[in-house]
């Protein structure tokens, strides 16, 4: 069974810092594309970060120069490190696996509130 379970989520002040990370298991995790998407009430979800298996990252120009998405692959574990937040940055953050052929999956989200 495939589970990719978030966390680090929470309240900061606008300026502040959060690292998310998401632990993926029933997947062989070094050939999965990894992303970080978010959704803010009353908004369609969108793509924040993307690192592909080789490394390769793409970010949204929202959080370009202030998120950095990177991997371990010997812990299964993909991180979002969030750096001088505001406050349209809150949303809940989903984590997602995707390769093909193989499929894609979802994490359950994690809160982020950027708020004074």
């Known amino acids: 069974q495939v589970q990719l379970v978030e966390s680090g989520g929470g309240l900061v002040q606008p300026g502040g810092s959060l690292r998310l990370s998401c632990v993926a298991s029933?997947?062989?995790?070094?050939?999965?594309?990894m992303s970080w998407y978010r959704q803010a009430p009353g908004k369609e979800r969108e793509l924040v970060a993307v690192i592909f298996n080789a490394g390769m990252t793409n970010y949204a120009d929202s959080v370009k120069g202030r998120f950095t998405i990177s991997r371990d692959n010997a812990k299964n574990t993909v991180y979002l490190q969030m750096n001088s937040l505001k406050p349209e940055d809150t949303a809940v953050y989903y984590c997602?696996?995707?390769?093909?052929?193989?499929?894609?999956?979802w994490g359950q989200g994690t809160q982020v509130t950027v708020s004074s």
């Open positions: 997602n696996a995707h390769r093909v052929y193989y499929g894609t999956y």
């Open positions: 029933g997947i062989i995790f070094s050939i999965y594309t």
